[in-house]
């Protein structure tokens, strides 16, 4: 039972789905005399933590071939926010024994699951590499997003008979919806409203993904707990009842009324019979199309980065500034740079990324700037991969000088220029500004984001150092959507974190990013998704066929 102050939905871990990868090889090397090799593939999964490799799984073994096509999938979940790093190992089988040392290795290779998701059609041929002085030949994988993670369930819920619980009116009940977890334990997942004074509540009808209520497996336990609202939070528990999403789907048409019970009560009272009943009054199920649809249908995410060249930082050269560029450790903007894009980069074919300055005295003529080209190229201010953008970064370090002010619109204009070219749904722009301060031009910025909110785009803003950021709060539209002149914007596109709650104090760097761009890309495939279903946009290969 969950205890009144466990009732705010935790950050759970829902995978945005599940993927099935399909494995095949091409003119893999031939280790046996008289035969062809008979070869199997395992694969490990890098922990993000630890960064040790685990074996998640094998195919099965293929006897004499060069070309095989596994049969055994590997099902994934996949993470938007997080860098999977996938590791597949191949050898020939020369046994019955399972200690893999005791076969010919034929080749290994690295791959982030982004990456293959982010292959057009979701495909992705790479080079086995790994036996000094031969050619090992390719491995082909394919990643499949499994049926029912794109299925989203709408039902309404109505009990009778509830316990009274307020002294001087009836009870206020609302249900709380939780999850399995593989490991026991239960993660809340849905809150209906509350309905007041009222002991044969009907709530209103509501959607979960399938995947959020039970992570795809229609057999998992899903509990739902009865409480009486508060107004001080210290809900009354009125009881419980549990069922799955098969068991779900099967109670509209049977008309199933679930015991409410209090297990306390129970044990307490000889002739207790329920704390009342809840009935099932609708259940449907519908297909939406996925992030992942999207991108396997050739969706490029467009990556732009602008960082902040106020004074405020403090001299580059200085240990002391927010630039300084140690020769034993990445500084906060660089950290926030490499969190966020290594992950994004894998959905970018070109790997070309528009990377700006803000705020700092450009040569030749030394005229403040706010939104400068980091390589100096006006024509074409793109960098090659996440690398080249920390290139230019620590080059304009040396030749520009840091002035200020911290101005956001500029460079969210140019963004918002570049995405109100495109409306087909081919590109989504995502924009990370990095900064140190409080901003100074927020009227303009507020103009700025909601003009925005009607265009393939998200912004991220990232925080870094010790500074008061409670002006950027007013940006992320989670509570509040952001305004201007009366106009509110039409999607939340704002996601700001301050990237010290992110630094793990032990100095453990890759910790530190894993953590940062776990949440702050989190919210990008829902944006994507809001985006195309405000102009119902269906993914490019289904709307091409």
């Not at 007041?196 to 899903?222: E, H, M």
Request: aromatic share 10%; hydrophobic share 35%; charged share 25%.
């Amino acid at each position: 039972m969950a205890s009144p102050g466990d009732l705010e939905p935790a950050p759970s871990r829902v995978p945005a789905t599940k993927v099935e990868l399909t494995v095949s090889c091409r003119n893999l090397l031939d280790m046996d005399t008289f035969s062809k090799s008979d070869p199997v593939v395992i694969l490990y999964i890098q922990g993000n933590v630890d960064k040790e490799w685990r074996e998640f799984g094998r195919t099965e073994v293929i006897d004499n071939t060069l070309n095989p096509d596994f049969v055994r999938k590997f099902m994934l979940d996949y993470y938007f926010e997080e860098k999977q790093s996938l590791r597949f190992d191949v050898y020939n089988v020369d046994s019955k024994t399972c200690n893999i040392s005791k076969h010919d290795f034929l080749g290994q290779a690295y791959v982030a699951l982004g990456e293959v998701i982010g292959s057009l059609r979701g495909r992705l041929e790479r080079t086995l590499t790994g036996v000094p002085g031969k050619k090992c030949g390719t491995i082909v994988l394919s990643a499949e997003e499994l049926s029912n993670c794109r299925d989203i369930v709408t039902m309404q819920l109505c009990a009778n008979k509830l316990d009274k619980k307020d002294f001087f009116g009836k009870s206020d009940p609302f249900l709380v919806f939780y999850r399995s977890n593989e490991d026991g334990t239960f993660t809340i997942c849905h809150k209906t409203e509350v309905v007041k004074n009222n002991l044969n509540p009907v709530w209103q009808p509501f959607s979960i993904p399938v995947r959020a209520l039970c992570n795809g497996d229609y057999d998992r336990t899903v509990k739902i707990d009865v409480y009486d609202w508060d107004r001080d939070g210290s809900h009354d528990f009125i009881g419980e009842f549990a069922t799955s999403y098969r068991e779900l789907s099967r109670a509209q048409s049977q008309f199933t009324v679930y015991e409410v019970l209090n297990p306390r009560k129970k044990c307490k009272k000889k002739k207790y019979v329920n704390s009342g009943t809840v009935t099932l009054l609708s259940f449907t199920v519908q297909s939406e199309f996925t992030f992942v649809d999207y991108i396997r249908g050739g969706t490029q995410l467009n990556f732009t980065v602008a960082i902040d060249f106020t004074a405020s930082n403090g001299n580059p050269s200085q240990p002391t500034s927010l630039h300084y560029m140690s020769p034993y450790q990445l500084s906060s903007y660089a950290m926030a740079l490499k969190a966020v894009g290594e992950i994004i980069q894998d959905y970018d074919s070109d790997k070309l990324f528009p990377a700006y300055g803000f705020g700092a005295k450009v040569p030749p003529d030394g005229k403040v700037s706010h939104q400068f080209p980091l390589n100096h190229n006006p024509d074409n201010p793109s960098c090659v991969g996440i690398e080249g953008v920390l290139e230019s970064y620590f080059q304009s370090l040396r030749t520009v000088q840091l002035y200020g002010p911290t101005n956001f619109a500029p460079v969210i204009n140019q963004v918002a220029q570049s995405a109100g070219e495109v409306s087909d749904g081919s590109q989504y722009y995502v924009l990370l500004i990095i900064t140190d301060g409080v901003i100074s031009d927020m009227l303009q910025t507020k103009e700025a984001i909601v003009a925005a909110s009607s265009l393939p785009m998200s912004i991220i803003i990232v925080g870094v150092g010790p500074a008061d950021f409670l002006a950027m709060e007013e940006l992320d539209g989670d509570e509040v959507r952001v305004s201007s002149r009366g106009r509110f914007a039409e999607r939340d596109i704002v996601q700001f974190v301050p990237f010290r709650d992110y630094i793990d104090h032990s100095g453990n760097q890759v910790l530190s990013m894993a953590r940062l761009a776990k949440d702050v890309l989190a919210e990008v495939p829902e944006q994507l998704l809001s985006y195309m279903k405000m102009y119902d946009i269906k993914p490019l290969s289904s709307s091409s066929q």
